[in-house]
């Protein structure tokens, strides 16, 4: 008689929002590097084998939460691209809005396993969907990853000097006419 094998009980999604909700909260309110597994765990109600099951460290556990704190940036695209970029921009800006701690271990540990998991999780997909929707507007030309950079960089540079992000006539009026190189009433 051979062996077999249990099947294992479906993943309850309530307990995986419960865990990544308690991992942000931990996350932010004493950062990454005092973020214990097993004070997730205990908080969200779960047991650190089957925590540990879901997300095999605590990078990947970081990188879930963050993807969950907000919305994707991703915009399906219509029949005004330049409108879609402003969409996607304008994601952006209320992520970094809504997330300064985060952006701050970028500035104050940018080699850390935390601002490798806010790159991987919060910058690499809203630029990708930058690009993609720049794209639309100015085909690929040679320079293409420089304007795409460029207009994270704007809101963030407009972030530093203002101590808030700009708003959609800011972004639509200055900002997408120098990502694109045409004039304001694109």
Do not use: C, N
């Not at 094998?5 to 005092?34: F, K, M, N």
């Amino acid at each position: 008689m051979g062996y077999r094998r249990r099947r294992a009980r479906p993943r309850d999604p309530a307990l995986d929002r419960a865990v990544l909700r308690e991992t942000l909260t931990l996350l932010e309110s004493g950062g990454y590097e005092r973020l214990r597994m097993a004070d997730v765990g205990r908080r969200a109600g779960i047991g650190l084998g089957s925590l540990y099951r879901r997300w095999p460290t605590k990078y990947a556990l970081v990188v879930d939460a963050l993807r969950s704190a907000a919305p994707p940036v991703a915009v399906e695209p219509t029949d005004d691209p330049a409108g879609d970029l402003v969409t996607v921009l304008m994601k952006f800006a209320v992520q970094l809005r809504r997330h300064r701690t985060l952006l701050a271990v970028l500035l104050t540990a940018p080699d850390s396993e935390v601002a490798a998991a806010v790159r991987e999780a919060k910058l690499a997909p809203a630029r990708e969907a930058v690009r993609t929707h720049l794209t639309r507007i100015i085909g690929t030309p040679a320079d293409l990853d420089a304007r795409t950079d460029l207009g994270q960089a704007l809101i963030l540079q407009y972030l530093f000097h203002h101590g808030t992000t700009p708003d959609e006539a800011h972004i639509r009026g200055t900002i997408l006419p120098l990502m694109t190189g045409q004039s304001v009433g694109v």
